[in-house]
């Protein structure tokens, strides 16, 4: 953490709304990066499916006969039909058909079958199977990458964030509640809010309560030039109040505590990793929630929370799940509305770029990296 000194402009306004400037950052981090596009049991058995957009692009998520999670583009090898017009479901015999001339795939992405096509010597099957799209996974989380060949393995991507849920064993849980919604503004935006807490005291009153160092419009205690550790191994890491439980409306909850966390770990009541700008994920002493983002338009992204738990504690505890949700759902949808009353302002033809304040240094941070991302996809055209 280090706050920003003096004054910085921040991104052209018209990088936020832009078609052409959306579609060249498509082409530089959406489609070179690995994106988190869901859980490993959003598909429990071979040939359910989801689809997935990202930018232009879409996407079938399922798995293949061995279990395996396979993508591919929802897009037919014949004349380029979509494939799948459901969000998800399930292929029917492990066969994914093209509704325009019924040529079928295997679930592994084969092409099997042309019915009715007239035969010819060079027509090779093999020739023809579903685009694929590399995938892997860490902590039970999906992701993709539409580059040719990937330019880090997903554990280079995700770096030294990914150790900061080390305790917390995110392959074992699941997901017991999932949220989904559109908002109206440009991904960075949404991105930005996630990345300063200066917004907090006027549009999180109730996480307020929750995280006092949040009052501030602080991020941590060590963004405060008067902090001084309480005591021996204080990190100045915000953390819940000293009387609450966990990361609740009230502090309470009476989920039991997940196994193998530290002492500090649960004190603090929540861990971030960030991994840019597909998703964050936050620990907390007795849940896991997950925001992914995925732009669909230049101004228009899809949210997907998700609450995770190890499995058969929502059955154990049927009555103790609305309440882990509430503070979650209502801080994400206090961050969509402010993210849309922020996209309606950046088109006034007077706000070329607005400004940052010290405490938005991490904004800064991500600047710096997008900026570097776009003049770099100017000097090298891989
Ligand atoms: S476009 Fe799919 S079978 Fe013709
Ligand atoms: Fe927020």
């Known amino acids: 953490m280090s706050l920003l000194k003096d004054t910085k402009a921040t991104l052209p306004s018209s990088w936020y709304y832009d078609p052409a400037h959306f579609a060249l ?34 996407l079938i998520v399922t798995r293949g006969e061995e279990g395996q999670v396979r993508v591919y583009h929802n897009t037919c090898r014949h004349r380029g039909s979509r494939l799948c017009a459901s969000d998800r479901g399930h292929f029917r015999n492990g066969r994914i058909v093209c509704p325009y001339h019924t040529w079928t795939y295997s679930i592994d992405g084969n092409l099997i079958a042309t019915p009715a096509r007239v035969e010819t010597d060079d027509f090779h099957f093999q020739d023809y199977s579903l685009y694929d799209v590399h995938t892997d996974s860490w902590g039970g989380f999906l992701f993709i990458n539409l580059g040719k060949e990937p330019r880090d393995s997903l554990i280079d991507f995700l770096g030294r964030e990914a150790h900061e849920l080390g305790n917390w064993p995110l392959a074992d849980m699941v997901s017991v509640h999932q949220e989904r919604k559109t908002v109206a503004c440009n991904w960075k935006v949404f991105w930005e809010n996630y990345n300063e807490c200066y917004h907090c005291p006027r549009v999180h009153p109730e996480l307020c309560k929750v995280v006092p160092v949040f009052k501030k419009g602080l991020q941590s205690y060590t963004e405060d030039p008067d902090w001084r550790p309480e005591s021996d191994g204080d990190d100045g890491r ?38 840019t700008a597909s998703m964050y994920v936050v620990g907390h002493s007795d849940y896991v929630r997950s925001v992914r983002l995925l732009p669909t338009g230049p101004e228009s992204i899809e949210v997907t929370i998700d609450w995770l738990l190890m499995p058969g504690v929502k059955e154990a505890h049927p009555d103790a799940i609305s309440h882990i949700l509430e503070l979650g ?41 997008l900026r570097d991302r776009l ?6 055209n891989d």
């Open 25 to 58: 950052e498509l082409d530089v981090i959406w489609y070179r990066d690995w994106v988190c596009i869901g859980r490993q049991e959003d598909i429990p058995r071979s040939g359910d499916y989801f689809v997935v957009t990202i930018g232009t692009q879409q």
């Open 238 to 275: 915000a953390r819940i109040a000293s009387d609450l439980r966990t990361w609740t409306t009230d502090g309470r909850s009476s989920l039991p505590q997940i196994d193998g966390l530290t002492d500090a770990e649960r004190k603090t009541g929540m861990a971030f990793a960030s991994f």
């Open 329 to 369: 759902r209502l801080v994400v949808a206090q961050d969509s509305a402010i993210s849309e009353t922020n996209q309606q302002g950046l088109k006034s033809m007077r706000h070329d770029h607005g400004v940052l304040v010290p405490q938005e240094y991490d904004l800064w941070k991500f600047h710096e990296w």
């Open 375 to 380: 003049l770099g996809s100017n000097s090298h």
